[in-house]
């Protein structure tokens, strides 16, 4: 008799992380994918994942589907420049969207496929609990942080 499968709610912006857990693992997971923050928080809710795997940078997203306010950003942090808030939205979108997804109180484990500084890393798992990340896309660490 098999163990049942996991529920792995994956957000990002291509298909890179679908296909590499689909050709790797998806017999371990039951997969959902979301491209927008608007639609992981409804696929959270109805779909209520064991774990969660985001893309951090959104590069591919046009600005008006990106989660953040650009403008205000920019007058914030970035002395006016519009385009410097953009790229900090697209290169942060994930950790956006995860703080979305927590405020929702989806509080699966989350992982990110980048070499985040300890103490980044650190810094993320005090804002948002359950935080991993692993440095390149590796099968068997993914499955063992995402717990199949």
């Known amino acids: 008799m098999s163990a049942a499968r996991r529920r792995l709610l994956i957000v990002e912006d291509g298909h890179e992380y679908e296909e590499f857990v689909r050709l790797f693992l998806g017999e371990r997971f039951e997969v959902r994918v979301a ?7 409804r696929l959270a809710r109805e779909f209520q994942p064991d774990a969660l795997l985001l893309d951090l940078r959104f590069e591919r997203t ?18 006016g420049d ?10 942060q ?8 997804l927590r405020a929702q109180q989806c509080h699966a484990p989350a992982l990110f496929v980048h070499d985040f ?4 890393l650190a810094n993320l798992q005090q804002l948002y609990g359950a935080v ?6 590796d099968a068997k660490a993914m499955a063992q942080v995402l717990g199949a």
């Open 117 to 120: 500084p300890a103490r980044r």
């Open 35 to 41: 491209h927008a923050a608007a639609e992981a928080t």
């Open 93 to 100: 979108q994930g950790t956006i969207v995860l703080a979305q």
């Open 62 to 79: 046009p600005a008006d589907a990106l989660e953040g306010d650009a403008d205000d950003l920019a007058q914030r942090r970035f002395g």
């Open 132 to 137: 991993h990340a692993i440095p390149a896309f």
């Open 82 to 91: 519009r385009a410097r808030a953009l790229r900090h939205l697209q290169d």
